[in-house]
């Protein structure tokens, strides 16, 4: 008997998550779970904060990135006197279903694994090999490097100079990166922590190479005709840039994963954690972090499978209950469930496998008899989770006609990523897409990117690029002033929406606004 039939056969007679999969951490469940937090729902919504106490939670979560925000949240809940009711107004929020509250939760979850751990995944340097010959090869041709390939070779260079290690003397004197394998394992098994830094600088290198890689293939991919190769491009992307900043957070050598808001706060932990025991909605929230510090799921695996799980329990053909599932309870059966990234769910009506096989036409999900297998790291994340990183409510009749990927989603995913962005905007066939310079104009933050625009003509005129100039004024950004002054012109926008500018309600720079007055003041 196959195996997937001989499980889903088991639990149909039962009727329990019995599954437990030794190697990947995994459960089976069955559809539909029940939601963990919707017992505690009334009693959490009791701490739902108001006034300074809910504007410091916004303040937390409008930092720009997960890491920063679990900082923040250790620093705030370090300063308060009773931590464990601020953990408590987060899950609140997130119950309510608002934005904020599962931003909170998500970076109290964070994750690290031990440094070992990662360092010994990487430790073939497969990219960095890979890389370092395709720039070998471009310098060999006469062509000249792109200025990505160039920081990357000076900085392999530099590493094995600057932070040399065990066997370094063994390794080919021109391509030092060799040798890299085995000084890395010889690092790792000496105790003496002088050679940590060399460590995880090459290990960082690797994730680095790989970043390299996979942005130079994004940036020249048909992702219409190849539409999983991308998707799975982009998600492996932003699960290696998560690496990269576990890297830095890597607070433990050796040992159990390490969650960070545990780390920050230290002794003060325990009692926090005693403190949410003594109700029971807080026992539930302290049970969620006690199995994430088990599993330290990626937040990238984090947020998608939360969101894929919460699309499930919204199908209106797979349930009858009029009742959205809280964000809470979506984030808990995942973290409770999945293993390596994989969920597994058992079907236990066939109605509800029929109205699988017809729409669940994506990426990344497998029916095996009952068993709907979810691999997240071939998910399209689009359909499921917005660019602020939320659950999206999922438009079922049309999710399989909607394309999974677009050059705007593909922006929108690496905008904080100034190198990928300046090969994007330089790529012709990628800068001739309607809306795609403007959205980066309005989107961006880098200084870099937006001089890059504001002083390429082909960037900034044609009809497609109308909207540029507009979007480079308004943008916060702090970009030159002598950059942006021509746009201050009737031939990029009308006079009244000069004057607009110019007003005393308006969002722009204040340096701007005097160049707008200053320019409709001499036209009179």
């Known amino acids: 008997m196959e195996p997937?039939?001989?499980?889903?056969?088991?639990?149909?007679s039962v009727r329990t998550l019995i599954y437990d999969d030794k190697t990947h951490g995994r459960r089976v469940i069955t559809f539909p779970p029940p939601l963990p937090f919707f017992e505690h729902s009334n009693e959490l919504l009791?701490?739902?904060?108001?006034?300074?106490?809910?504007?410091?939670?916004?303040?937390?979560?409008?930092?720009?990135?997960?890491?920063?925000?679990?900082?923040?949240?250790?620093?705030?809940?370090?300063?308060?006197?009773?931590?464990?009711?601020?953990?408590?107004?987060?899950?609140?929020?997130?119950?309510?279903?608002?934005?904020?509250?599962?931003?909170?939760?998500?970076?109290?979850?964070?994750a690290v694994p031990p440094a070992e751990h990662l360092v010994m995944e990487l430790a073939e340097f497969r990219n960095v090999r890979r890389v370092m010959a395709r720039i070998a090869a471009r310098e060999k041709a006469g062509t000249p490097l792109r200025e990505s390939e160039d920081w990357f070779r000076k900085k392999v260079l530099l590493l094995s100079i600057s932070h040399p290690l065990p066997g370094a003397s063994n390794a080919p004197s021109n391509a030092p990166w060799l040798g890299w394998s085995e000084e890395v394992r010889r690092g790792v098994s000496d105790p003496d922590r002088r050679w940590d830094k060399a460590v995880l600088e090459r290990a960082k290198a690797e994730l680095e190479a790989r970043e390299l890689r996979i942005r130079l293939l994004l940036t020249n991919i048909d992702f219409l005709s190849k539409g999983r190769t991308t998707i799975y491009l982009m998600t492996t992307g932003e699960e290696t840039r998560w690496r990269i900043q576990?890297?830095?957070e890597a607070y433990q050598r050796f040992g159990e994963a390490t969650l960070v808001i545990r780390h920050r706060l230290g002794a003060a932990w325990e009692p926090v954690m005693e403190a949410l025991r003594t109700t029971s909605s807080g026992g539930a929230v302290a049970d969620l972090f006690d199995v994430q510090a088990a599993r330290a799921h990626s937040y990238p695996s984090m947020k998608t499978g939360t969101s894929v799980i919460r699309a499930?329990?919204?199908?209106?053909?797979?349930?009858?209950?009029?009742?959205?599932?809280?964000?809470?309870?979506?984030?808990?059966?995942?973290?409770?469930?999945?293993?390596?990234?994989?969920?597994?769910?058992?079907?236990?009506?066939?109605a509800a496998v029929n109205v699988l096989k017809m729409l669940l036409d994506l990426p990344g999900f497998d029916l095996h008899e009952r068993i709907l297998a979810i691999d997240l790291s071939k998910v399209p994340?689009?359909?499921?989770?917005?660019?602020?990183?939320?659950?999206?409510?999922?438009?079922?009749?049309?999710?399989?006609?909607?394309?999974?990927?677009?050059?705007?989603?593909?922006?929108?995913t690496y905008m904080d990523n100034d190198n990928f962005i300046v090969e994007l905007i330089n790529n012709p066939r990628v800068a001739?897409?309607?809306?795609?310079?403007?959205?980066?104009?309005?989107?961006?933050?880098s200084a870099r990117v937006l001089n890059i625009i504001a002083n390429t003509r082909s960037l900034y005129s044609g009809f497609s690029n109308k909207e540029v100039p507009v979007n480079l004024l308004m943008n916060p950004a702090k970009v030159p002033l002598s950059a942006l002054r021509k746009f201050v012109h009737v031939r990029f926008m009308d006079k009244a929406s000069l004057a607009r500018l110019a007003s005393k309600g308006s969002t722009i720079?204040?340096?701007?606004?005097?160049?707008?007055?200053?320019?409709?003041?001499?036209l009179k």
């Not at 997937?4 to 149909?12: D, G």
């Not at 897409?433 to 961006?444: D, H, M, N, R, T």
Request: with cysteine.
């Open 46 to 110: 009791s701490s739902l904060p108001s006034g300074e106490a809910k504007d410091n939670l916004l303040k937390v979560a409008g930092a720009d990135n997960v890491f920063k925000r679990a900082e923040l949240f250790a620093e705030y809940l370090g300063t308060s006197a009773e931590p464990h009711k601020e953990i408590l107004r987060a899950a609140a929020l997130a119950v309510s279903g608002e934005t904020a509250g599962l931003k909170l939760v998500y970076a109290a979850l964070l």
């Open 4 to 12: 997937f039939m001989l499980i889903a056969r088991v639990m149909e």
């Open 312 to 350: 499930l329990l919204m199908h209106p053909l797979l349930l009858r209950v009029q009742r959205k599932p809280d964000f809470l309870s979506c984030l808990s059966i995942y973290a409770g469930a999945a293993g390596k990234g994989v969920l597994e769910i058992l079907l236990q009506k066939l």
């Open 381 to 412: 994340p689009a359909p499921f989770v917005d660019i602020e990183d939320m659950p999206r409510d999922v438009d079922w009749a049309n999710v399989h006609k909607e394309s999974a990927v677009s050059w705007r989603t593909l922006v929108l």
């Open 509 to 522: 720079r204040e340096d701007i606004r005097r160049e707008v007055q200053h320019y409709l003041s001499s």
């Open 432 to 445: 001739a897409q309607p809306g795609i310079i403007p959205l980066i104009a309005q989107k961006s933050r």
């Open 246 to 248: 576990a890297l830095d």
